[in-house]
């Protein structure tokens, strides 16, 4: 888990009933920004032809993770702290610590972590995977790679970071996009004809959703700093940024895919991850709060 804020951090005045009420008029005020102002926008933003497709095998996927009320993350220092004592829902772990071990001890951590879920059922087991800057132009090899390899570990899925190769796509001209999202496309399609359940969550990247291809694999998306600074300062976001990126995230909740959310806030903002909590769940999204921005 990411490291917490030192015991002797001072808790600042902001946790008094009046900045609470600030905080909670913020909250509010995203809200309405979010679902009344921008209602015609997002609802607009429904392009019947990139929605999900209604297979069995992925309706199955989607309502794995929409069942979904809490979950948790690993950073890359280990996964021994997620064993004990976590209740969340799902779990995503870091797919290199993951890869570093041995099949078979990465196997047992993984079982271990399936075992006790929130519900007393099974948890689904995600591993965080970058796709790399050269990911197009090297046919997805290593990708496929790092994947054969996380399934043989037994995961139930990826979280699949897009953020650095779709920055080179935007950068390499007209239609690379949209060739970085039939890659990825026909990665889950490989993918898939053996492990029909496997769970794809594009994390970083929900401009792709509208992309056929994408649209036609992704069973959620994650996004951090959808409210807040990334810098943990607790700063709102810009309304504009906002606005520009919630008629994405709600083409994916309409359409019935879990949307996650990591916010980077100090455990003893509480009034703050109080309200950011409570915008949310009202939008249904799923919120995670960490306090380091150092970890995923």
């Not at 032809?49 to 690993?74: I, K, P």
């Not at 890359?76 to 969340?88: F, I, P, R």
């Not at 399934?151 to 390499?172: E, M, T, W, Y």
């Amino acid at each position: 888990m990411p490291p917490s804020d030192t015991p002797s951090a001072p808790r600042p005045a902001a946790i008094s009933a009046g900045a609470i009420g600030r905080r909670a008029a913020l909250g509010i005020a995203l809200l309405a920004l979010m679902s009344g102002g921008t209602a015609a926008l997002l609802y607009n933003s429904l392009d019947p032809e990139v929605e999900f497709a209604a297979d069995r095998d992925a309706v199955r996927r989607r309502t794995t993770l929409t069942a979904v009320t809490s979950w948790s993350r690993s950073g890359d220092a280990g996964q021994a702290d997620l064993a004990a004592g976590n209740a969340t829902g799902l779990i995503v772990l870091s797919a290199k610590a993951l890869i570093d071990q041995d099949t078979a001890a990465a196997q047992l951590t993984v079982t271990r972590l399936q075992a006790a879920s929130e519900d007393g059922g099974r948890r689904p087991i995600l591993a965080a995977l970058t796709v790399g800057e050269t990911a197009l132009q090297d046919a997805f090899s290593r990708e496929t790679t790092l994947i054969d390899q996380l399934i043989a570990r037994g995961v139930d899925g990826i979280f699949l970071n897009c953020r650095p190769a779709l920055a080179v796509a935007r950068q390499s001209g007209r239609g690379a996009q949209s060739k970085l999202a039939e890659a990825l496309g026909a990665l889950a399609d490989r993918v898939r004809t053996a492990e029909p359940d496997f769970l794809i969550v594009l994390e970083n990247a929900p401009s792709l959703t509208a992309e056929p291809s994408i649209a036609r694999v992704v069973d959620g998306i994650a996004v951090n700093s959808l409210l807040y600074a990334a810098d943990g300062s607790g700063a709102a976001g810009a309304r504009s940024e906002i606005a520009e990126v919630m008629p994405e995230l709600n083409r994916v909740k309409r359409s019935g895919r879990a949307v996650f959310v990591t916010e980077y806030l100090a455990e003893t903002a509480i009034g703050t991850r109080a309200g950011a909590l409570q915008v949310l769940r009202g939008l249904g999204f799923l919120a995670r709060f960490s306090s380091s921005i150092a970890a995923p």
